[in-house]
């Protein structure tokens, strides 16, 4: 007989199925191979999860006919009960002389229950009868009290703890940190998460980045927004879309990233979509002619064949600081074209949301209502290596860093001084800058 896979659990039918069985009296044999399992499957199951019925008297005992005692429980209502204790449950722990009694058809019946007995409703002997609507609750709990825990020893989780912690409170993921301490863990990301939201580490939930949701964003005041004036012939975005479905070149997105409205002090940033690798320069404000500057200084940094190699493509929003389209593709050294611009549709931010989404990496170093004046070139570049060197689940464990090294040339990295940090000491929270500059305190205030 062929049996059922192994690991698979009797389901709800295949309970049913034996409680009907065993009303017919079948043998454990005979439903085993009606179910195809093995014996000894079946007789668990019904050793398991079978129910006591237990008389309420003492119809049991051997002396049960002829007994006639009274009070032999001696309690302060005794005196006023009228029945025989013969007739009272309680009675077999108080009287001496009770012998228990068997059935012969139970003796007699392999399977242990009394499924299959016409008299099992008016039984007074104590029994076992196999219910499977109870048998099959019992057994979702028991399978969800198992997978409840963790089959990590103390020693192991101390371990596990002693590695995790000291990196979650550096603003690590999870999933960073197992792309680098995997092996020496020995669990995976999902158990080093059940690990963290069930309290076993000294790591807890709300360390975690995403642990707590973000506020709604508010909308924008129609009236104190001006909206970008340029001609944009040859640049909007179904111009982008032609372009790229002829042209075979890597993508670049721009954006800026502010501090507080008092501050003139503004990032630019520069995200290549394929190894998610992002540059941020620091601007002395937000207009156009900053942004033409910031654009100039990574030039003159490369040069102008390796900035035309390294950015042939740039797509950016509409706002105002984006409207010297020709200042930001002409060459700051030779004066021709050194790279090509296009926008995302209106109120689209999402045609660059990569670059976007990167931004909240920043925002974990640098939070949301942090004045960015107090910041130099150094400190945003040393910002900037951390983000780079963080693992991602999106480049299967490698950081943009790593991959970024495939697609951009050697001289990318040097020349714009981007470091490499290592896995243990990439450090995302406001503590990694206010270290060096005692500008802003650990917990982002």
Same mark, same amino acid.
């Given at each position: 007989m062929a049996y059922r896979p192994s690991g698979r659990h009797l389901t709800e039918a295949d309970?049913?199925?034996?409680?009907?069985?065993?009303?017919?009296?079948?043998?454990?044999?005979?439903?085993?191979?009606?179910?195809?399992? %093995?014996?000894?499957?079946?007789?668990?199951?019904?050793?398991?999860?079978?129910?006591?019925?237990?008389?309420?008297?003492?119809?049991?005992?051997?002396?049960?006919?002829?007994?006639?005692?009274?009070?032999?429980?001696?309690?302060?209502?005794?005196?006023?009960?009228?029945?025989?204790?013969?007739?009272?449950?309680?009675a077999k722990k108080n009287c001496q002389d009770y012998t228990r009694s068997y059935c012969d058809i139970q003796l007699?019946?392999?399977?242990?229950?009394?499924?299959?007995?016409?008299?099992?409703r008016n039984c007074h002997f104590e029994h076992q009868i196999y219910d499977a609507a109870k048998a099959q609750q019992e057994a979702r709990m028991s399978l969800h009290e198992i997978r409840k825990g963790f089959d990590i020893s103390d020693p192991h989780l101390k371990r596990i703890s002693d590695i995790v912690t000291p990196l979650i409170a550096k603003g690590q993921s999870p999933y960073h940190i197992i792309q680098e301490h995997g092996k020496d863990l020995g669990i995976s990301?999902?158990?080093?998460?059940?690990?963290?939201?069930?309290? %076993?580490?000294? %790591?807890?939930?709300?360390?975690?980045?995403?642990?707590?949701?973000?506020?709604?964003?508010?909308?924008?005041?129609?009236?104190?927004?001006?909206?970008?004036?340029?001609?944009k012939d040859g640049h909007k975005y179904e111009d982008y879309l032609l372009y790229i479905q002829n042209n075979d070149v890597a993508e670049v997105q721009m954006d800026c990233v502010e501090g507080i409205?008092?501050?003139?002090?503004?990032?630019?940033?520069?995200?290549?979509?394929?190894?998610?690798?992002?540059?941020?320069? +620091?601007?002395?404000?937000?207009?156009?002619?900053?942004?033409?500057?910031?654009?100039d200084k990574i030039e003159i940094s490369l040069g102008p064949d390796l900035f035309k190699e390294c950015f042939p493509l740039i797509k950016t929003d509409n706002g105002r600081e984006f409207t010297d389209i020709e200042g930001m593709e002409r060459s700051c050294i030779t004066g021709e074209k050194r790279t090509r611009i296009f926008f995302c549709e209106p109120n689209r931010s999402d045609e660059k949301g990569a670059c976007e989404n990167n931004h909240k990496y920043i925002r974990y170093?640098?939070?949301?209502?942090?004045?960015?004046?107090?910041?130099?070139?150094?400190?945003?570049?040393?910002?900037?290596?951390? +983000?780079?060197?963080?693992?991602?689940?999106?480049?299967?464990?490698?950081?943009?860093?790593?991959?970024?090294?495939?697609?951009?040339?050697?001289?990318?990295?040097?020349?714009?001084?981007?470091?490499?940090?290592a896995p243990d000491d990439v450090n995302l929270t406001p503590s990694l800058l206010a270290k060096n500059r005692g500008l802003i305190s650990g917990d982002g205030s």
């Open positions: 309970r049913g199925a034996i409680e009907g069985y065993l009303k017919e009296g079948r043998s454990i044999r005979y439903i085993a191979n009606l179910l195809h399992c %093995a014996p000894s499957t079946i007789s668990r199951e019904i050793r398991s999860h079978s129910k006591t019925i237990s008389p309420k008297h003492c119809g049991d005992c051997v002396f049960f006919k002829d007994c006639t005692l009274r009070h032999i429980c001696h309690s302060s209502s005794a005196s006023r009960c009228r029945k025989l204790c013969k007739n009272c449950a309680a007699d019946n392999p399977t242990g229950v009394c499924n299959h007995c016409d008299s099992r990301e999902s158990t080093l998460r059940r690990l963290i939201d069930a309290g %076993a580490l000294d %790591a807890r939930r709300i360390d975690l980045r995403d642990a707590v949701k973000r506020k709604p964003r508010r909308k924008r005041n129609d009236n104190t927004y001006k909206k970008m004036q340029v001609i409205r008092e501050d003139k002090a503004t990032l630019l940033t520069l995200h290549f979509r394929e190894p998610h690798l992002q540059i941020a320069i +620091i601007m002395d404000g937000q207009t156009a002619k900053d942004v033409v500057a910031a654009l170093i640098i939070p949301k209502g942090t004045s960015l004046e107090p910041f130099n070139q150094g400190d945003i570049s040393l910002m900037m290596d951390h +983000i780079n060197s963080f693992a991602r689940k999106s480049l299967r464990g490698r950081s943009p860093y790593q991959v970024g090294k495939i697609f951009l040339p050697e001289d990318f990295f040097v020349l714009l001084g981007l470091t490499e940090i």
